[in-house]
């Protein structure tokens, strides 16, 4: 008598053996929600309501509030 392969297959699975394939593919995670991954994030413990760069740090306001007045002066000079 021939097993069945879906015995089979549940055997495998309930062994853990069916679990190598997804075990060994590794996602990129980002533990502080931040938007960035961990693997480049240079800031890993940023609030993850805060505003970041593509380093994963946190951008402040002032600087935010810089770079929004250059860019409205750059636009002005565009439509004159």
């Given at each position: 008598?021939?097993?069945?392969?879906l015995?089979?297959?549940?055997?495998?699975l309930l062994s853990g053996m069916g679990?190598?394939?997804a075990s060994?593919?590794?996602s990129p995670v980002d533990r502080d929600l931040d938007g960035v991954f961990?693997?480049?994030?240079r800031c890993p413990h940023t609030p993850f309501w805060a505003?970041?760069?593509?380093n994963g740090c946190m951008i402040h306001r002032i600087?935010?509030?810089?770079k929004v007045i250059r860019q409205a002066r750059k636009?002005?000079?565009k439509s004159r």
């Open positions: 008598m021939r097993p069945s392969p015995l089979f297959a549940l055997v495998t679990s190598y394939a060994t593919h590794h961990d693997n480049r994030d505003l970041v760069n593509r600087h935010l509030q810089k636009n002005f000079s």
